[in-house]
């Protein structure tokens, strides 16, 4: 028994949709390969809240703002990593004025320099890692 041959139209047809599945495929596996750190294209300001407090990264004047928001006899301690420097960290800001009270770490980060940080309680300099914010990131704008 001899095989039908297939008409020409029907071979482009195939060879064309194995053509745009393979595409989107690659495209797809591009887009899902790309990291959080290459997603960040300008400055970003963020903030990282806890129970105890938060702390606020200007992207702006690269300026690194510490509250206390809760009268509870408990200090406020950033932990925070800076890919801009050849030692990444942990750093550690503090804020032990109490309630309403706001500490301010000036960072001088060049264009795009990455932060990472979260905020915790802290007691007599030890961090109490039960009352902590998720890590946030931030990128600075402008070298000061």
């Not at 309630?99 to 264009?111: C, D, E, F, R, V």
């Amino acid at each position: 028994m001899r095989r039908r041959r297939q008409p020409a139209m029907s071979i482009v047809k195939r060879t064309t949709t194995w053509l745009a599945v393979t595409v989107a495929a690659a495209t797809t596996a591009t887009v899902v390969g790309a990291s959080p750190s290459s997603a960040a294209t300008v400055p970003t300001s963020v903030t990282a809240t806890s129970p105890v407090g938060y702390a606020y990264f200007n992207a702006d004047t690269q300026v690194l703002s510490i509250h206390d928001s809760r009268a509870d006899g408990y200090g406020i301690a950033v932990i925070n990593y800076r890919y801009d420097l050849a030692n990444v960290g942990p750093y550690y800001g503090w804020n032990r004025e109490g309630n309403g009270t706001t500490t301010y770490y000036y960072l001088h980060m060049p264009y795009l320099g990455e932060i990472k940080f979260r905020v915790c309680a802290e007691q007599d300099g030890v961090v109490l890692n039960f009352d902590c914010s998720v890590n946030v990131f931030g990128y600075a704008g402008g070298e000061i």
